[in-house]
């Protein structure tokens, strides 16, 4: 019998909604990454100590701060011979904790109509808010046809597609980038994802460096697709991000920290020194996540 996700938060009482936290262990102790790929992700990302908190841990920490926060796994089994957090223990979590997590799911594309089958199920039964897809780990074009089922789902089902975009941390230092391939997170190629589902709700995830002017381009040209800025500290967004969040993107830009390679606490304080307008910062913050999320009415 599953648990199924109802929302218990009031967007009005939370100081802001992170729309880009990592289930990154199980509750049995399960990694989604091998030791070497993790271990290199927090030199790159330079952090020190515990990274692995729990999904308890995870609520409790959103709690503290008056947040709520999506969460997801990453599945990218087919590739990196790791399993994935269970997408049904993050949407459970989130069912416990309704007041501050909201469940996105993860499915490897190369799962097939599988993984057709179980998001439908994952939103019918655990009640999942969108789904996450990394290309450069999962190892595909987000334009690419196998991905289209899955999408259909998405779009019928009103849930948002999360697509990371630009470098990664995960891979990098190691020989070979552990095999990891950037060309796949151009966010151009989810332009083309954008055309054919034209009521898909999109967020490219991250400043896309080194293609930050084609993610703006993307997100002023395609009425559903919007950015996260999650995975770099405020103080080192490029120009261009500040103008556009500023101004044509005011209302489709959102707040995401990357927990927990980088923390709200460190995004928030940098983000209160960048020029961003008085009527727009509420808005990255949390109105325009508490609209895209179905959390108020659009």
């Not at 999942?128 to 074009?141: A, D, E, L, Y």
């Not at 994802?193 to 034209?198: I, L, Q, R």
């Amino acid at each position: 019998m599953s648990t199924r996700y109802r929302p218990a938060l009031d967007p009005a009482t939370l100081t802001a909604i992170d729309v880009h936290t990592h289930a990154e262990v199980s509750a049995t102790g399960h990694a989604s990454l091998d030791d070497g790929l993790h271990d290199a992700s927090s030199a790159y990302f330079k952090v020190a100590g515990k990274r692995k908190p729990t999904l308890e841990e995870m609520a409790s920490y959103y709690r503290e701060r008056n947040m709520a926060a999506v969460v997801f796994t990453v599945d990218a089994e087919s590739a990196t011979g790791t399993a994935p957090v269970p997408n049904e223990e993050v949407a459970e979590a989130a069912a416990a904790h309704p007041d501050v997590l909201i469940p996105f799911a993860s499915l490897d594309p190369f799962r097939g109509r599988a993984a057709v089958r179980q998001a439908r199920r994952l939103v019918a039964e655990f009640g999942v808010r969108g789904f996450k897809f990394h290309p450069s780990i999962q190892g595909f074009f987000p334009n690419d046809r196998l991905a289209y089922e899955l999408y259909e789902v998405i779009e019928e089902t009103g849930t948002v597609a999360l697509f990371h975009t630009g470098q990664t941390g995960i891979g990098a230092g190691v020989p070979g980038g552990g095999g990891i391939r950037l060309k796949y997170s151009n966010p151009l190629y989810v332009d083309d994802v954008a055309a054919d589902f034209p009521h898909l709700k999109i967020i490219l995830a991250h400043p896309s460096f080194p293609w930050q002017d084609e993610a703006l381009a993307v997100a002023t040209h395609k009425p559903g697709v919007h950015i996260d800025l999650s995975g770099w500290s405020p103080k080192y967004f490029p120009p261009q991000l500040v103008h556009y969040a500023n101004s044509l993107l005011q209302d489709k830009v959102l707040f995401g920290s990357d927990f927990p390679v980088l923390t709200p606490d460190r995004w928030l304080a940098d983000f209160d020194a960048l020029a961003i307008k008085d009527h727009v910062r509420p808005k990255i913050l949390k109105e325009n996540a508490a609209r895209l999320l179905g959390l108020t009415p659009s």
